[in-house]
């Protein structure tokens, strides 16, 4: 076994303190990743408070991992000692069912093996990213374009494929205007793939604070929500609307923004019901669909992609000693725009 050093919540309403605990040694099919940033992502916040019900404790949340590999098992053939690899929100999945066949691992019928708050085929509880090192099947990898700063690519293991996979699934580029509601992790990430796709992108924000960084980050307009009226200028204005709001919310106000035959893409995931008026769908035909994160081959092509056109995460390092901060600010929308945990700081 390996003894790892992390930080956790040992229950729902306490904070993330100093936690060790052991990982798997490396099996034939494994890499050990000296883990050297992992994003924090607002899930991170939802499980390790139990919001969503079912987390598991004590628990080492993470799944932005990016590290440098440290060793590997016999049978490891696609990565090799001393290379730059990331880990996003699976580590595994049943690799039989229709859905892994499709490269859909995040749909495994069987459900996948998460990062973290999750149990591996032994039976035993999964520890993520805030901590120095994890163990993973080299067929879980992800593989880091030159390049890019690290720290700034740890989010697009998971803000960036659970924007870029919806955008792409349902053809998002030239010619269509999107909106992307919310300006946090996910948010901005939209911003940046929906405009390097093609598209024209709309920010919709609860405030006028991030009006200046969102032209920055590549939209095109910027409405602040809480402005009495502003939505009148925005009805029938859209194509596609990705709604990245991470507490509840009317979606009913969004679909009037839908032209005909639009699209809303929800990958937000409130701790609570959103109700639908029906007519809001029917009498535009619109549609309302769901994402969740991208499989193994889609991060890759993602990331390939964020490659070619330098896109990284825009993000604020912290050492793991500010984590309970940093989720405070996060659930107050104060982070630009993503934290990204510099393990370097638990030696
Ligand atoms: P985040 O950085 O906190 O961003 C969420 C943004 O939503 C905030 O910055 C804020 O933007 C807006 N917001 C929050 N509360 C709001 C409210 N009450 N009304 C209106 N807007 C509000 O979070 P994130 O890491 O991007 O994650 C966003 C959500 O996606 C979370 O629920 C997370 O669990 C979920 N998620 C889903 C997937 C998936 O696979 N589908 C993957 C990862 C995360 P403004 O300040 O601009 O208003
Ligand atoms: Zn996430």
Known sequence: MLTTKGYAALE???KLEPFNFERRSVESRDVLIHIRYCGVCHSDIHQARDEWGGSIFPMVPGHEIVGTITKIGSGVTKFKEGEVVGVG??????????????????????????TYNGTDKLGQPTYGGYSNQIVVD???LLRIP???????????????????????QWGVGKGHT???????GLGHMAVKLGRALGAEVTVLSRSGSKQQEAKRLGAIDYVDMSQEGAGKRLERTFDFMIDTVSSPHD?????????????LMLVGAPDQPLSIEAFSLILRRRRLVGSLIGGIQETQEMLDFCGEHDITSDVEVIPIQQINEAY????????????????????
């Open 12 to 14: 729902a309403d306490k």
């Open 89 to 114: 929100c699976f580590i595994d999945s049943c690799r039989t069912c229709h859905s892994c066949k499709q490269g859909l691992e995040q749909y495994c019928e069987t459900g996948m093996t998460f």
């Open 138 to 140: 080299e067929n879980y």
């Open 146 to 168: 030159s390049g890019l700063s690290l720290a700034g690519t740890a989010p697009l293991l998971c803000a960036g494929i659970t924007t870029y996979s919806p955008l792409k």
């Open 178 to 184: 999107l909106a992307v509601v919310g300006l946090g």
């Open 251 to 263: 979606l009913n106000a969004h679909f009037e923004f839908l032209k005909t035959d639009g699209t």
């Open 328 to 347: 405070e600010r996060i659930i107050k929308g104060d982070v630009r725009f993503r934290f990204v945990i510099d393990l370097e700081s638990l030696e």
